[in-house]
């Protein structure tokens, strides 16, 4: 039986970020209706936690929506990531807190943080036309010192921003070029506050494009994850994403948006014949 990975997101502070990531209701310059707070509390994360182990869930990302890490970015996340493990240990931890140095890494890898997700988002060539705060390289560099320093790394993009069918080969093969262990696709969920107004993509076209990534980032990649935007792009054609090669998904909500009611997920992960991936299933634990 072929089983599917589930991973659950906890958004720890939310809608703080400086940048202008033209896709991004987090950033404070478009001004989103979202919720927005700097620390959430340990005791809610915790809970959060919990109950995605009890959902099926294996990982468990603590993002913060900020460029990148600072020392008090830092000390949170770690203090976070000891809580966590010290009531949920079958959890594999996942940090999402954007760019980051070894040292950094180092600290969150020593903290019990098992993976690290940062993605690349685009290819190097359309990411100025949706940022102009930062560049593309500066994301690659992290996601080469997540290697350098031995946690697994998670990168992936999101379809969908207006690029060109050449961005998108572009953005999985420098994917490719990092060796990660899973990639999330992200589909664009918009949002009347966001200035990018792109055409809406088909299912079929979504569809043709997890078999592309597949396609293109080839067998060792352990997990293809569709990720945000999921609801919004499939509606019930959501059935057919893992006849095009993906493997994993996002449970429960995403980061600003609400995914569908879980039991939903599991309904369908049945009627497919799938199992729930755990920790002996992974190929590379
Ligand atoms: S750096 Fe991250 S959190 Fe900030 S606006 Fe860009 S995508 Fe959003």
């Given at each position: ?40 509390p340990?005791?809610d994360?915790?809970?959060e936690a919990?109950t995605?182990?009890s ?11 900020n460029?990148?890490?600072d ?6 996340v ?13 959890l594999r931890l ?10 950094q890494?180092?600290?969150l890898k ?5 993976a ?6 685009t290819?190097e060539n ?5 940022c ?12 080469q010192?997540?290697n ?6 998670i990168t ?14 572009s953005?999985l093969?420098s ?7 899973s ?6 969920h918009?949002?009347?506050?966001l200035?990018?107004k792109?055409?809406k993509?088909?299912v ?32 019930d ?12 998904i ?11 009611d879980?039991?939903?997920d ?5 009627r ?14």
């Open positions: 039986m072929e089983k599917i990975f589930l991973c659950a997101i906890s958004n720890i502070n939310s809608g703080t970020c400086n940048e202008d990531c033209k896709f991004c209701s987090q950033s404070v310059k478009f001004k989103a209706d979202i919720e927005r707070y700097k620390q959430k340990i005791v994360i915790v809970d919990k995605a182990y959902n099926g869930a294996l990982g468990f990302c603590l993002v913060t929506a460029k990148g890490i020392d008090k970015i830092l000390n949170f770690c203090d976070v990531a000891k809580a966590v493990t010290k009531e949920v240990p079958q996942i940090a999402c807190n954007g760019t980051a140095s070894v040292s890494l180092q600290t020593d903290a019990g943080i098992k690290y997700n940062h993605n690349l988002e290819s359309f990411y100025k036309e949706i102009t705060t930062h560049p593309w390289s500066e994301r690659y560099e992290t996601c010192n997540v350098k320093v031995g946690l697994k790394l992936g993009g999101i379809f969908g921003l207006g690029e060109s069918d050449e961005d998108r080969v953005m093969e994917i490719k070029s990092l060796n990660p262990t990639v999330p696709l992200n589909f664009f918009p949002n009347p506050a200035p990018l792109p055409k993509l088909g079929d076209e979504a569809l043709s494009l997890i078999r592309i990534s597949k396609e293109i980032l080839g067998d060792d990649i352990e997990r293809l994850m569709v990720a945000g935007g999921r609801e919004i792009t499939f509606g054609r959501q059935d057919e994403i893992f006849e095009y090669g993906a493997n994993s996002v449970i429960g909500n995403y980061l600003t948006t609400s995914g569908r879980k039991s939903k599991y309904e369908m992960l049945e497919l014949g799938f199992g729930v991936a755990t920790s002996k299933d992974l190929k590379n634990a």
